[in-house]
């Protein structure tokens, strides 16, 4: 592993354009019209210092990531080429909306109390954007390393070194919080938005269905069952923890944060391989899997048997795994995430109510589009005492990270074998947007094996309808939330990244509850020292697989010449080995007698580049497409910015 010393290699694109390319077009379109959106939101529902115009009431230990979730993927916006005053807003909003959290009394030195991880992660993604956006902000790294040392040091209680666990599923800057807070007190049938995730705990003698916690007593009794033993011990949601130590060690490779994830990572995989390979979901106090749940593996806090199940845990386990890889440059833990999923593959079923079938059911219908009647294939999400339990489609999200991860065979044969029994064409781009920013990975992934040549314009076409449709229902509602509704705002919030992380940085977007961003390529404009496509240049990331990444630049301006610093990887760690791209003949633009419009002859041309970075020179209305052979985590990952002289903040291996 090496650090990137020097002046990068340069290549000059000549090839110019004749037949402009509308994605591009539309992808410099969409960056435009968002770069309009977030103002207009920040002008609506935002307050001078940032943050969200809110007098209503918080309840319980509950909302702090909904005040956070609005403005989440700002940073990643302004890091794939937003506008330049964007990062100074989003930080803004950050520092605003912790000032908001911290007078309602649920933030504490500028981070969290004490909450789960699922909501925790939901709350860091905003954060995570940010050092990444910004490695060189210094108030940024030590709140980084600050919030890390809450759990890699057990000086703050909320790990336990000995047990090789975080003590409870509710933890901060508070230290450990004792149960589930007052929200559960009682858990009663008259909470009827609950009832279709059924029973929290499914052992409790007499109460074996919904309508057993009617009498207020059974609704008591289940309450203090859930502060009892949900609300003690490890739960396997508490994995997402490692994304705020590996964020930490981006900054400086310290060991005390990469010995925290592999020691963390590593005990819940020895839990796995003493459970056949399955992660469980929950470890007592004294560090034993099942101690709260009569020994069975299933039964933790937003675990295997309740709320979500797989939506949880694989989410947990995959940001988990993916963190140990980038920290060790090995890809053997990604068997955490890949044993769950193949577990419920394996018990998959063909069923005709996709939409009904499950707890979730609902928003797979409106996403999926899939009508009653279609036979589409159904996995288990839950387990519970009587086995597997609520049927939905595989969240392809989980696969696709796999196969991108390590472009192995087997990896991209459990991704053709979804699609050959999904119940629906994946090359459809399907007119849908949720709070997450994901889900259109079938089209895509489809695009990049070269299936659906057309999904760059489709799925830009969507994005900028997406941004359509959320300027509308703002200036519908040009108010705050109605009845407290604090949930309103991520419903608002009108900038898309999904299509555009997808096709510039050849990447799915960051795991929803508490991912790093990961890519195949980021880029920063040399001359102006700042990450992100540079004004007018679009991007395109036709292929990736094991042996590099094809790309397209195209700068669009008639009459600015620009430079794009190429990186591999999302923090340097893999190596442009050589790259081949396409050089015009010296011909054009040919005599001006001709009425024909020239198509430049080109030929290509190979050379060695041997550094995670390239620059790319492209002057007005010029193109290059390039083939690039990367070596993947060749080297050390780190947070580094893109300043004309590239620093870095990592020390040498």
Not at 31 to 42: G, I, K, M, N, P
Request: charged share 25%.
């Amino acid at each position: 592993m090496n650090d990137p010393q020097g002046d990068p290699p340069r290549v000059d694109a000549t090839v110019p354009i004749r037949e402009t390319p509308l994605w591009a077009v539309l992808e410099r379109r969409l960056f435009s019209v968002l770069d309009q959106a977030w103002r207009e939101f920040e002008a609506t529902y935002c307050g001078p210092d940032g943050r969200l115009a809110y007098d209503g009431r918080m309840h319980h230990r509950d909302g702090v990531d909904d005040f956070y979730e609005p403005f989440f993927n700002w940073p990643v916006l302004y890091r794939l080429g937003g506008a330049d005053d964007l990062l100074a807003s989003a930080k803004k909003h950050w520092a605003g909306v912790t000032a908001q959290m911290t007078e309602f009394g649920f933030v504490r030195d500028e981070y969290e109390v004490g909450y789960d991880w699922f909501h925790q992660g939901e709350s860091l993604n905003f954060f995570y954007a940010l050092c990444a956006a910004d490695p060189d902000d210094a108030a940024f790294r030590e709140r980084a390393l600050r919030f890390a040392r809450l759990y890699s040091d057990p000086a703050h209680g909320n790990y336990d070194p000995v047990a090789r666990i975080i003590v409870a599923p509710h933890t901060g800057s508070g230290g450990p919080r004792p149960g589930l807070g007052t929200e559960w007190i009682e858990y009663s049938a008259h909470q009827a938005v609950m009832k279709p995730y059924g029973l929290p705990l499914d052992d409790l003698p007499g109460i074996t269905d919904w309508d057993d916690l009617l009498p207020p007593r059974n609704a008591r009794r289940m309450g203090d069952a859930m502060q009892e033993r949900l609300g003690r011990g490890d739960t396997a949601i508490n994995l997402a923890a490692t994304s705020l130590v590996t964020n930490a060690w981006l900054y400086d490779h310290d060991a005390e944060f990469a010995d925290w994830v592999v020691s963390y990572v590593g005990a819940w995989r020895e839990r796995a391989t003493a459970n056949s390979g399955l992660i469980p979901d929950n470890v007592g106090p004294s560090g034993t899997v099942g101690e709260l749940h009569d020994g069975n593996w299933y039964g933790g806090h937003y675990g295997w048997a309740w709320p979500h199940g797989l939506h949880s845990v694989e989410a947990a386990a995959m940001i988990a795994a993916i963190n140990e890889t980038l920290v060790t440059g090995d890809t053997a833990a990604l068997d955490l995430a890949r044993v769950p999923l193949d577990t419920v593959i394996a018990r998959s079923v063909v069923r005709t109510d996709a939409g009904t079938a499950g707890s979730m059911g609902w928003g797979w219908a409106q996403k999926m589009a899939v009508a009653p009647g279609v036979p589409v294939q159904l996995v288990p999400y839950r387990h519970g005492s009587n086995g597997w339990f609520d049927l939905h489609p595989v969240p392809l999200i989980y696969p696709v990270w796999l196969w991108w991860l390590t472009s192995a065979a087997d990896d991209l044969g459990r991704l053709e074998a979804l699609e050959k029994d999904a119940g629906f064409d994946w090359r459809e781009t399907k007119w849908f947007q949720d709070k997450e920013e994901q889900g259109h990975e079938a089209p895509w992934v489809s695009f990049l094996l070269g299936r659906n040549p057309g999904y760059p314009e489709d799925a830009l076409a969507l994005a900028l309808g997406q941004v359509a449709r959320r300027l509308a229902l703002m200036r519908a509602t040009p108010y705050g939330p109605p009845d407290d509704d604090i949930h309103w705002w991520q419903r608002l919030n009108p900038v898309v990244t999904e299509v555009l992380t997808q096709l510039i940085t050849g990447s799915p977007p960051a795991l929803y509850n508490g991912g790093l961003a990961l890519a195949r390529v980021t880029f920063g404009d040399a001359l102006r020292g700042r990450p992100g496509l540079p004004d007018g240049v679009a991007a395109l990331v036709r292929e990736a697989d094991a042996k590099g990444v094809r790309l397209e630049l195209v700068n669009l301006d008639p009459a600015s010449h620009r430079e794009v610093v190429v990186q591999t990887g999302a923090f340097g760690e893999d190596c442009i080995d050589r790259v081949t791209f396409d050089q015009a003949a010296e011909d054009h633009p040919a005599d001006s007698h001709s009425y024909l419009v020239p198509d430049p002859e080109t030929r290509p041309v190979t050379t060695v580049v041997g550094s995670p970075r390239l620059v790319v020179a492209l002057p007005p209305l010029h193109r290059i497409s390039m083939r690039m052979e990367v070596t993947r985590r060749a080297r050390r990952p780190a947070h580094s910015s893109f300043t004309p002289a590239p620093t870095t903040t990592r020390k040498d291996s």
